[in-house]
């Protein structure tokens, strides 16, 4: 589900679609592949933030979602047909959905664990059986992934008394303009896939360093310098999948179970349904995150 990040200022604070937090060391790796003109127009324009707090761990890979893709796909039909009129309508839309989607998805894990604690509790006194033993293991993974949850939100609090980062910002729709070009270098499908999210930040007083961008644009032999003197590299975690797979699994036997009971509650039908819609959709996205990888493999080149 999509999740909103906060722009604060000294005098107020709005709620905006999820921004991305890339640096500016990122921003001049992209430019030293002389990218086409549409690319380094996209980043003369981002904006500069300081004070950037992110959400954790999470990156513009791991917060899409089948609800984003869709939004973008009406932003792009219609935005030629109504001059970019029904951007601001379409923001309220998918928020509203996005909030409500949230609100259902909730429902559902808070109905499809009471679902399991009162089949394991008619379950005493009975054999142990497999399914049992499933709906066990389903709410002890739900009560982890409960505690990480938060674990989280307890340390981004905690983390608002830290020194906080500072680079622009960059949306979605400003990335998609980047991957557009069909011969996008693989090393910067990768950086924009590991962006983090930002939870909040500031805007800058500085101006935007255009100076630095000209200066890199009229310097030719920076199109041939490699990208992973400034590439991060995101440690391998082998376990990541696994664990993923055995959230989903435990999410949607629980689901199933919620919405299979012969006790019908309507609320309850429509919250398994939500837990059953999201277990699909991160399906997707996972599927979506393989092709990604292999169009990376397939781009091993430093320059557009």
């Not at 030293?32 to 992110?54: E, H, K, M």
Request: charged content about 20%.
């Amino acid at each position: 589900m999509i999740l909103e990040s906060i722009e604060t200022t000294p005098d107020s604070v709005m709620l905006r679609e999820k921004e991305y937090l890339i640096s500016n060391a990122q921003a001049q790796q992209i430019l030293r592949g002389c990218p086409p003109p549409a690319v380094r127009n996209v980043l003369a324009t981002l904006t500069r933030v300081d004070q950037v707090l992110l959400t954790g761990h999470e990156t513009r890979r791991s917060s899409m979602s089948v609800l984003k893709a869709l939004k973008l796909g009406a932003k792009n039909l219609l935005k030629s047909r109504a001059a970019g009129k029904v951007d601001k309508p379409l923001s309220i839309i998918s928020g509203v959905l996005g909030t409500i989607g949230d609100c259902l998805l909730l429902a559902g894990v808070l109905y499809s664990c009471h679902w399991g604690i009162s089949y394991v509790g008619s379950q005493q006194g009975a054999d142990l059986n497999g399914a049992t033993v499933a709906t066990v293991f389903a709410l002890a993974v739900a009560a982890i992934g409960v505690i990480a949850i938060v674990t989280r939100i307890i340390k981004i609090i905690l983390e608002k008394d830290v020194d906080r980062l500072s680079g622009f910002a960059i949306n979605e729709e400003q990335v998609q303009e980047i991957l557009k070009s069909s011969t996008a270098p693989g090393y910067v499908i990768k950086i924009l896939d590991n962006l983090p999210v930002i939870f909040s930040y500031q805007n800058s007083d500085a101006d935007l360093n255009l100076q630095a961008v000209r200066d890199m644009e009229a310097d030719a032999t920076l199109c041939h310098i490699a990208p992973s003197a400034t590439e991060q590299q995101e440690p391998k975690r082998w376990w990541a999948k696994p664990v993923l797979l055995v959230a989903l699994l435990s999410m949607a036997w629980l689901a199933f179970g919620a919405l299979l009971t012969e006790h019908y509650d309507y609320l309850q039908t429509i919250g398994a349904v939500a837990v059953l819609a999201f277990v699909l959709d991160v399906l997707v996205c996972w599927h979506w995150a393989h092709k990604t990888d292999r169009l990376i493999a397939q781009r091993p080149g430093l320059t557009w």
